[in-house]
């Protein structure tokens, strides 16, 4: 069936350094990639997407990049703060277009002041 | 989203007894879903509809069940045939054409008493 790879599941890094999360989805025919964030206990928002007619999208400190071929996508944000501290989830749409939207895992970054 | 509710925030359920989550949306999206969060672990579909009266089953659908009556509602009933229902539930909607991003409710945490 579909599925979407996250990795890695945990990172740490310095404020003001860069960090890097990587997805790999399952199905070819996926053509929606969102990016979400979700702090302590709460909603997921949404902070970043990419269709597969883009290689690549950017909003201020974060960054998407979308790679078809591989079948791969990773989220960059740069200058990290301490606020950017949450577990961020990949997703990728279903070739069904459903709207249907497979997650991965999930990444927890914490950014350490 | 201020325009997706919840509720309740905290539920808990006896041994043998359906249960009801509420959401409802104000934004006039046709799509609209549930899933389940377990503590570390991504968000896994349990039922979505993109349409009023119509509805299909995620991936994890047993020992639950969905309505749709009326396009701004999408009750959840856990019912007793789920035996693990201890988790952080959530609804979300989003435009059902060309896979739109999903804002997301703040959630529902079930608990067995």
């Known amino acids: 069936g579909e599925n979407v790879e996250q990795h890695p599941s945990t990172l740490s890094v310095q404020e003001g350094d860069s960090a890097v999360i990587k997805c790999t989805y399952s199905?070819?025919?996926?053509?929606?990639f969102p990016w979400y964030k979700q702090e302590l206990g709460k909603r997921p928002q949404l902070i970043i997407d990419?269709?597969?007619?883009?290689g690549e999208k950017k909003d201020q400190r974060i960054a998407v990049t979308l790679n078809k071929t591989a079948k791969h996508f990773s989220l960059h944000i740069t200058e990290t703060q301490p606020e950017d501290s949450a577990v961020y989830f990949c997703?990728?749409?279903?070739?069904?277009?459903?709207?249907?939207?497979?997650f991965g895992q999930g990444t927890t970054l914490q950014v350490k002041p | 989203d201020g325009g997706i509710t919840q509720s309740p925030k905290y539920l808990f359920r006896k041994e043998g007894q359906n249960v009801t989550l509420s959401c409802e949306q104000n934004?006039?999206?046709?799509?609209m879903y549930w899933y389940r969060q377990d503590p570390g672990q991504g968000l896994r579909l349990i039922y979505y509809s993109q349409i009023v009266n119509d509805f299909q089953k995620g991936d994890i659908a047993e020992g639950y069940s969905v309505s749709r009556e009326k396009k701004e509602s999408f009750p959840l009933t856990v019912t007793s045939a789920q035996k693990n229902p201890t988790a952080f539930y959530l609804c979300?909607?989003?435009?059902?054409?060309?896979?739109?991003?999903?804002?997301f409710g703040d959630g529902t945490r079930l608990s067995i008493l």
């Open positions: 934004l006039n999206h046709d799509a």
């Open positions: 979300a909607s989003s435009m059902a054409r060309d896979n739109q991003p999903q804002h």
């Open positions: 199905d070819s025919a996926s053509n929606y």
């Open positions: 990419i269709r597969s007619n883009v």
């Open positions: 997703a990728a749409a279903g070739s069904s277009n459903t709207g249907k939207l497979i």
